[in-house]
């Protein structure tokens, strides 16, 4: 607002000097035409209006220039207003990013950051029912995510590092000491999980180590290659928010495998049955078939035996005509 105030100072003086330069200015037409006085009646005519002129001229520059002034001052008004909101932005932005030191210097409040992200990752591509968040291990042991995979494989244990401190060290200083540092936090973790989550048939014949930030993930795999290769060979994966998304995709499709498979068994038990219900079902009407053929003969047995009774009783009511004896 000073500045603002300094320039509208500057102007104004701008435009008293342009008013006293118009005075200075027609004054000296007036010195000259007092002195021109006993020239002749059409050159003073002539001066008359060439001083209407440059009236004329001066007071439409002198409007024009205070339009322009105007016009400067309101977008002059407008940037810094602008110019405001965003210090005012910035001054937020600085306040958040210092809230966001504080918790990350928190190893709590990390663990925690990065168990939330880990679950939002989990949870936005499997069922609750097939993953537990600080799932127990046995013997005391908490593992911060269990992914229940079908029985054959055991579950898969993911546990969150956040090794912050000597990685924050090694790039303020850019060092062998402190890269070293960051290093040996990898290896310790990489251990840590070997010995703790990594326990077939009851897991996965590996763990996951979820290093919550691209960045850590990206320094190990560019400056420490041969940690992949020790991970690899403890049975440990090392994974980023972005690679293990894979890894929970690739659980998914098992899953949904595994859902498949027992599915068609339990499809083909019941069609099982249902053969076996149809089986006697088929030997059921082949014995009813059987008893309608028996009880078809009997009938046409008893027709048959009905039909000679008839006859005989018909004889019996009509004697058979013999022809007469002569005496």
């Known amino acids: 607002m000073v500045t603002y105030d300094i320039l509208l100072l500057i102007l104004g003086i701008s435009s008293v000097l342009l008013i006293v330069h118009s005075a200075l200015k027609l004054s000296s037409i007036h010195k000259e035409l007092s002195l021109n006085q006993n020239q002749n009646s059409h050159q003073q005519t002539h001066f008359n209006e060439q001083m209407q ?3 004329s001229d001066m007071r439409e520059h002198f409007i ?15 940037k810094l207003n602008e110019l405001e909101k965003t ?3 910035i001054s937020r ?4 990013i210092v809230g966001l030191n504080q918790l990350f210097n928190d190893k709590r409040a990390r663990s925690a950051f990065g168990e939330q992200q880990l679950e939002c990752l989990i949870g936005n591509i499997l069922p609750r029912s097939h993953f537990t968040m600080q799932a127990s291990m046995g013997d005391s042991k908490r593992v ?3 992914i229940h995979l079908p029985p054959s494989c055991g579950d898969l244990p993911i546990d969150v590092k956040f090794p912050l401190e000597n990685y924050q060290n090694a790039i303020q200083s850019n060092d062998n ?3 070293n540092l960051f290093k040996q936090d990898i290896k310790k973790h990489i251990d840590d999980i070997r010995q703790k989550y990594v326990n ?5 014949d590996y763990a996951i180590l979820f290093l919550p930030a691209e960045s850590l993930f990206y320094e190990v795999m560019n400056r420490f290659p041969d940690m992949l290769i020790y991970a690899q060979s403890n049975h440990v994966c090392i994974s980023s928010p972005t690679t293990l998304l894979t890894l929970i995709y690739n659980s998914r499709f098992l899953i949904r495998d595994h859902q498949t498979h027992q599915h068609v068994k339990d499809l083909k038990a019941t069609l099982e049955e249902l053969s076996a219900d149809f089986y006697r079902f088929e030997s059921r009407l ?7 053929h028996r009880a078809n003969q009997e009938a046409q047995s008893i027709a048959i035996s009905s039909k000679k009774l008839t006859e005989r009783f018909k004889k019996i009511k009509q004697p058979e005509t013999q022809e007469p004896i002569d005496l």
């Open 93 to 96: 932005l600085t306040e958040d």
């Open 64 to 78: 024009t220039g205070l339009d322009r002034s105007h016009q400067v001052f309101q977008n002059i008004h407008q």
């Open 286 to 292: 082949e014995r009813f078939f059987s008893h309608i």
């Open 200 to 204: 077939p048939p009851q897991t996965t």
């Open 53 to 55: 002129h440059i009236r």
């Open 87 to 89: 210090n005012h932005s």
């Open 177 to 179: 000491y402190h890269w």
């Open 144 to 146: 911060d995510c269990l």
